[in-house]
Every structure is written in structure tokens, then in C-alpha cells.
């Protein structure tokens, strides 16, 4: 018999999420987190001078009209949240400045520009999975992007995605949050903050996952997902207090933790280091 009926790794917002829907749908859940608090990459910090510093606004950036707040539903929480950002003030020069006074483009370029919006707010599922495999910097290309005009959406999906360079962007994912913000919030992007900074999502969704009966480790790392043949059967935990040379060979101490079904939650750069991919091996 199995220790739990699942067991999710990262509490990052999607394993709180996941976690949290699992152990309402009757499963026994264990949620398994790495780092001393929960959160993954939406975190705040207090900052001498009593302000606070957060990281993570691309996941909730659409506010009470996007997804996070829908899953905040799901689990019995609701987040409370600032008005939507009209503008963004960026730093240069010892001055903030309306982001506005950085866009430079002609009356031609902003007509184009209005057409490109109208275009993508009628796009629909297969449109977007026809760009799914393809950069962000082709589907540029493919309109005819240069200029001015080019750098302004190159701006706008960093902000969605944080990743800079438009070649290395989904052009699916960039279209499919852009649409969704010109249907819901009329606008390319739309920005509200929660209340209490990122604390303000992550706090409540642990308290939904523990409310409902869920285990939290925090502390705890993932070593290596437990299979036997094609099944699952669990994961290998490091266990605390191992030599820190054996860890640094790689000879880690390990308690293996059992359930039928593992989430894992993690940054696709973290997955191979639990999952073995040399189809030598695995």
C-alpha cells in the first residue's frame, strides 16, 4: 500500500494549485518543496525601509480577470487585487518616466499597430497552435515586422514571458496572453497587483492545501522519481543531515516516499535532474 494517493513536487502556484485540487478531489497529497517557503518564482521580500520587493507578475499580471484568480476560486479562496495598471513608469536618468514617452512610433506604424491587435483578438485554438512550435521573432518576421513597430511587441511579450529575446519566445503562448488580455482588458497588456504583493496569492493557496488536509514538506528535495518498468511508484526524498561530500558525488541518502501518482511542478530546466532521459537507461 502506498503512502499517499499522490504526491506533487514544486509549491510553486501551479503545484499549490494542483495539490490543493487534488486533495479536494478525496486524494491524499503530499507537496514537496525544495526551498524554505513556498512560492517558487512568485515571491515577496521585505526590504530594509519597509518596502517590498516581488517577483512573479507575468503569472497574475490579468488579475481578477485571469486564471490565478480563477484557481483561487476553485480551492475556496479569493485574492483581493489593486485596480488595473494604466500605464507602466520606467527609470532612466535619475527620473521615472510614463512608458508611453519610450514608444516613438509614426501615424502609419500606430495604424498597423491597431491592425495587429484586431487581428489577434478574433484568433482562436487552432490559430494559435499553428504557431506553437515557432518563435515569437518568426511570426514577427511573418508580418513584417522592422523598426519601431518590431520593438515595441518584442517589449510587450519579454513582459509576458521574461524571456528576452523574441527568438527563443513561443509565438502561441505570446498571441494566446495577448488575446486574452485584448478580449477581457482591451488592452495588449493589463497589470493589476495583489493585495500584499505575491504573499497575497501564495499565502492563501497554502492555507486551501493544508485547510483541506494536505501535507506541506518544505526543505524536502526531490533526488529522483521512483519507477518500476513504465509505472510509477513514488519518489526518492533527500534525506536530511547526509554528508555534504556525498551529496557533491552525487551519492545522496535517500527515503523513498511511495503513491501511484506523481505531479511534478518544476521549471522545465529542473526536470532532468529527477528524471533519467538517456533512453539507454530509461
Given at each position: 500500500?502506498?503512502?499517499?494517493?499522490?504526491?506533487?513536487?514544486?509549491?510553486?502556484?501551479?503545484?499549490?494549485?494542483?495539490?490543493?485540487?487534488?486533495?479536494?478531489?478525496?486524494?491524499?497529497?503530499?507537496?514537496?518543496?525544495?526551498?524554505?517557503?513556498?512560492?517558487?518564482?512568485?515571491?515577496?521580500?521585505?526590504?530594509?525601509?519597509?518596502?517590498?520587493?516581488?517577483?512573479?507578475?507575468?503569472?497574475?499580471?490579468?488579475?481578477?480577470?485571469?486564471?490565478?484568480?480563477?484557481?483561487?476560486?476553485?480551492?475556496?479562496?479569493?485574492?483581493?487585487?489593486?485596480?488595473?495598471?494604466?500605464?507602466?513608469?520606467?527609470?532612466?536618468?535619475?527620473?521615472?518616466?510614463?512608458?508611453?514617452?519610450?514608444?516613438?512610433?509614426?501615424?502609419?506604424?500606430?495604424?498597423s499597430f491597431i491592425e495587429v491587435m484586431k487581428k489577434i483578438a478574433v484568433m482562436d485554438e487552432p490559430d494559435f497552435k499553428a504557431w506553437d512550435n515557432r518563435s515569437f521573432g518568426e511570426w514577427l518576421d511573418a508580418g513584417g515586422m522592422a523598426g519601431n513597430l518590431r520593438e515595441v511587441w518584442e517589449n510587450m511579450s519579454m513582459i509576458m514571458t521574461t524571456i528576452p529575446d523574441a527568438g527563443e519566445q513561443s509565438a502561441g503562448e505570446c498571441l494566446y496572453i495577448a488575446r486574452e488580455a485584448l478580449v477581457k482588458g482591451r488592452a495588449v497588456l493589463i497589470a493589476a497587483y495583489p493585495r500584499g504583493g505575491m504573499w497575497g496569492v501564495i499565502g492563501p493557496l497554502v492555507e486551501a492545501f493544508q485547510e483541506l488536509g494536505g501535507e506541506l514538506r518544505l526543505g524536502a528535495r526531490v533526488e529522483q522519481v521512483a519507477c518500476e518498468g513504465n509505472r510509477v511508484v513514488g519518489v526518492k526524498v533527500a534525506r536530511k543531515g547526509a554528508s555534504p561530500i556525498a551529496k557533491e558525488w552525487r551519492f545522496v541518502s535517500t527515503d523513498l516516499v511511495t503513491a501511484p501518482l506523481v505531479v511534478l511542478a518544476l521549471p522545465i530546466w529542473h526536470l532532468d535532474k529527477v528524471l533519467d532521459f538517456d533512453r539507454r537507461y530509461s
Open positions: 500500500m502506498s503512502d499517499y494517493d499522490a504526491i506533487v513536487v514544486g509549491a510553486g502556484i501551479a503545484g499549490l494549485g494542483v495539490a490543493s485540487q487534488l486533495q479536494q478531489a478525496g486524494k491524499k497529497t503530499l507537496l514537496l518543496e525544495m526551498y524554505p517557503r513556498a512560492g517558487g518564482r512568485m515571491q515577496s521580500y521585505d526590504m530594509p525601509g519597509g518596502y517590498r520587493t516581488d517577483i512573479g507578475l507575468h503569472m497574475i499580471e490579468m488579475g481578477k480577470k485571469g486564471y490565478c484568480h480563477e484557481l483561487g476560486a476553485r480551492v475556496g479562496k479569493e485574492f483581493e487585487w489593486a485596480g488595473f495598471s494604466v500605464t507602466l513608469d520606467l527609470y532612466e536618468d535619475g527620473a521615472w518616466h510614463d512608458m508611453q514617452t519610450f514608444i516613438r512610433l509614426t501615424d502609419e506604424e500606430k495604424a
